[in-house]
């Protein structure tokens, strides 16, 4: 069984900025890839940021320069936003690409969501 919880939402201001943090637990033998992904409502969920295990990490244009996605070790994965603006709301989800057992597929498993609401 593997988890992926997420933690660091919140409201804050245009301009400000929020870290969040996604940590996997349960049985994992390898992880190959986190990334952040977020649903803003009445859209569909997007690609903010992904982080390939041994390979450079890519961001969404929307992202570029101002959000930084980081492995803070084998098992967690941090989302740095700065200069952040109210189209930027919207519920942050955890996806990671796991293998949970030596010879079983990796499959693709998502967070419980974080929502990150910027307002004034």
């Known amino acids: 069984q593997v988890q992926l919880v997420e933690s660091g939402g919140g409201l804050v201001q245009p301009g400000g900025s929020l870290r969040l943090s996604c940590v996997a637990h349960g049985s994992i033998f390898n992880i190959y890839s986190m990334a952040w992904y977020r649903q803003a409502p009445g859209k569909q969920r997007e690609l903010v940021a992904s982080?390939?295990?041994?390979?450079?990490a890519s961001y969404a244009d929307s992202a570029k320069g101002r959000f930084t996605i980081s492995r803070d070790n084998k098992h967690t994965v941090a989302l740095q936003m700065n200069s952040l603006k109210p189209e930027d709301t919207a519920v942050y989800y955890c996806n990671a690409l796991i293998m949970s057992r030596m010879g079983i597929p990796a499959d693709y498993y998502w967070g419980q969501g974080t929502q990150v609401t910027v307002s004034s």
């Open positions: 982080s390939p295990s041994g390979d450079s």
